[in-house]
């Protein structure tokens, strides 16, 4: 009987989903209630579209998803970048506005808006602190400069994984730079300026580690 659920929910779940996008089932595991398995998405799977259904939440159980828009002009706007443990899909639409892609190899977990419309407290605060989030990054690309942005790029990366020293930056340069609205140059030699300050090291391309935390924190404060 579990079995023929888990089934059923995978099916759902794919329903929800484009056709065609890469993903295999994986057993369920904690966080939203047992409504779907885990589906594991490829690094550059599309997970949703601009205009795709909305109505579904996905929580991250494992790598790392990048929300963007294409800008008119054929630019590319990172909106934010979701890790492990949090969710995503909030919209105040019936569409999706964003598209967003898996980073690296990824496990979500869905779970559908029920048919009354109404968001659980839960929910709610999720969608009100990815809210908050996004004005602050509003706020830091309007008025800090290119090594306040990434100090605090930097700084607000080890908080969301638990205030950890070191850890993989799963997204490239490029993602960084168009998330920061700085370009890849930039971002390149202020990462150089940092290591040579003293405050970072590269430990390889995507581990940083973070010498002197609370000098980067006075930095985007």
């Known amino acids: 009987m579990q079995d023929d659920m888990q089934t059923a929910a995978a099916h759902a779940m794919r329903r929800e989903l484009a056709p065609g996008r890469p993903m295999s089932i994986v057993s369920p595991t904690a966080g939203f209630p047992p409504t779907y398995s885990v589906v594991t998405f490829n690094a550059g799977a599309e997970i949703y579209a601009p205009g795709d259904k909305a109505g579904t939440f996905y929580q991250v159980e494992f790598g790392a998803v990048r929300v963007h828009r294409l800008l008119s002009d054929g630019r590319r706007q990172v909106i934010a970048f979701h890790l492990a443990g949090e969710t995503f899909g909030f919209e105040a639409d019936r ?72 850890f993989d930056l799963p997204m490239s340069r490029l993602d960084i730079a168009d998330y920061l609205g700085l370009t890849i140059e930039t971002v390149s030699r202020v990462f150089a300026k940092l290591r040579s300050a003293g405050l970072i090291k590269l430990r390889s391309i995507r581990c940083v580690e973070l010498k002197k935390l609370e000098t980067l924190r006075s930095l985007c404060a």
């Open 95 to 166: 569409t999706h506005s964003f598209f967003a892609e898996a980073i690296t190899q990824t496990g979500l977990r869905a779970i559908s808006r029920p048919a009354n419309g109404e968001a659980s407290p839960e929910l709610l605060t999720l969608a009100l602190r990815g809210m908050l989030r996004a004005h602050e990054h509003i706020m830091m690309i309007g008025r800090q400069t290119a090594v306040e942005r990434i100090s605090g790029f930097l700084v607000d990366m080890a908080d969301r994984q638990g205030g950890i020293e070191y």
